[in-house]
């Protein structure tokens, strides 16, 4: 679960990237955005491996 939180956090902390970027067309908040979006998608593999072992052990 903690990680499931980690995702969250991680995706609050990128709202206001995300629009600057897409408002006001800042290309470094673009940046900080998609390297935020990176590790939201190795947390979330993490999460599904984890979900996955845990369901094969019952």
């Known amino acids: ?3 499931f939180n980690q995702i969250k956090a991680i995706i609050a902390s990128l709202e206001e990237d995300a629009e600057k970027f897409y408002v006001k067309g800042n290309k470094a908040a673009g ?3 998609r390297t935020g979006l990176q590790a939201i998608k190795n947390l979330a593999q993490e999460v599904r491996v ?3 072992n845990q369901k ?3």
Request: net charge negative; charged share 40%.
């Open 1 to 3: 679960m903690d990680k």
């Open 31 to 33: 940046t900080r955005l």
């Open 50 to 52: 984890d979900v996955q």
């Open 56 to 58: 094969n052990q019952e």
